[in-house]
């Protein structure tokens, strides 16, 4: 369930070469702060950086699932193993 208190990465304004390594980051810290949900927010405008997102989040061992947010699609909710 999310919270204020669930860990959130803003990709706004990112360039898309850098979301792997920020992503990935990301991930490996939360996943070592014990946390099992995150949202990575990525905004709704052209789909880019949704699409890299997504595809960073399918190829990471430490993604449980993830899944476009129902009442917000710029974000991506992800749970982590």
């Known amino acids: 369930m999310l919270t204020h208190k669930t860990p959130k990465l803003d990709l706004h304004g990112e360039e898309v070469a850098l979301v792997y390594a920020l ?9 070592k702060m014990g946390n099992k949900e995150i949202v990575v927010i990525h905004g709704k405008s052209t789909n880019i950086l ?3 997102v997504h595809q ?3 190829e990471n061992n430490l993604v449980k ?3 476009l947010d129902n009442w917000n699609v710029g ?5 982590l193993k």
Do not use: G
Request: glycine residues 0%.
């Open 65 to 67: 699932s993830y899944n």
């Open 56 to 58: 960073v989040l399918k």
């Open 23 to 31: 992503v990935t980051e990301f991930i490996n810290d939360n996943y």
């Open 50 to 52: 949704t699409k890299e």
């Open 75 to 79: 974000q991506t909710i992800v749970n």
